[in-house]
């Protein structure tokens, strides 16, 4: 028989992998700059997954998506994969999303609460980002902070707060599924 612990464990499991999933999509919507950091839908992926399932889930799927680009699986922007994309220019902001999931997730009491946390992961995100630009790409950090956040601030803010307001019919429509099939 099985336990409620292992129905947990399972739809975690479950969870996780299809939100990576949805996260290796968003990466795949792209407008290509010349500073080698696309337009995506990365920022709203990541958001979305973490605002539905929380702090945790939102950063081990994220982690997730990650460790399998890592190994060479081609979710990254532009169907990339491998571990030299996470040490090439754009890799900071790989790494910054799993911190910026964490801060989405934080289900705080109202939606301006949510965004505001989200938007500190953003910051955290485009902090980890930047620096890694910057030093692989040998400019100065404001340079690099202009090249490869400037331009992203308005659609990634946007990408947040529609994140997080789509998820709270989504997170009652999947309440209501399992209350009813007693998931």
């Known amino acids: 028989m099985e336990t ?3 129905r947990s464990k399972t739809l975690m499991t479950v969870t996780c992998a299809l939100f990576a999933a949805i996260i290796a999509v968003s990466a795949q919507v792209q407008i290509p700059l010349f ?6 839908l990365h920022t ?24 399998i680009g890592a190994v060479g699986v081609p979710v990254f ?20 999303f ?11 009491k109202n939606i301006w609460q949510r965004i505001g946390f ?6 955290v995100c485009y902090l980890c980002g930047a620096l890694q630009y ?3 790409m040998q400019k100065d950090f404001i340079t690099s902070l202009t090249l490869v ?7 990634d803010v946007l990408s947040i707060a529609a994140a997080q307001y789509m998820a709270v019919p989504i997170k009652r429509g999947i309440a209501h599924f399992s209350n009813r099939n007693g998931v």
């Open 44 to 67: 709203f992926g990541v958001a979305l997954c973490a605002a539905i399932g929380g702090s945790v889930s939102g950063a081990v799927s994220t982690a997730v998506y990650v460790l």
């Open 98 to 108: 799993i911190i910026m999931a964490f801060f989405c997730g934080i289900q705080a």
């Open 118 to 123: 989200s938007l500190i992961g953003l910051a």
């Open 77 to 96: 922007a532009g169907m990339k994969g491998g571990f030299s994309v996470l040490l090439g220019p754009t890799g900071g902001f790989l790494f910054g």
């Open 134 to 136: 910057a030093i692989i």
């Open 35 to 40: 500073t080698m950091v696309p337009i995506t």
């Open 149 to 155: 956040v400037v331009p992203f601030i308005v659609k």
């Open 4 to 6: 409620k612990n292992t």
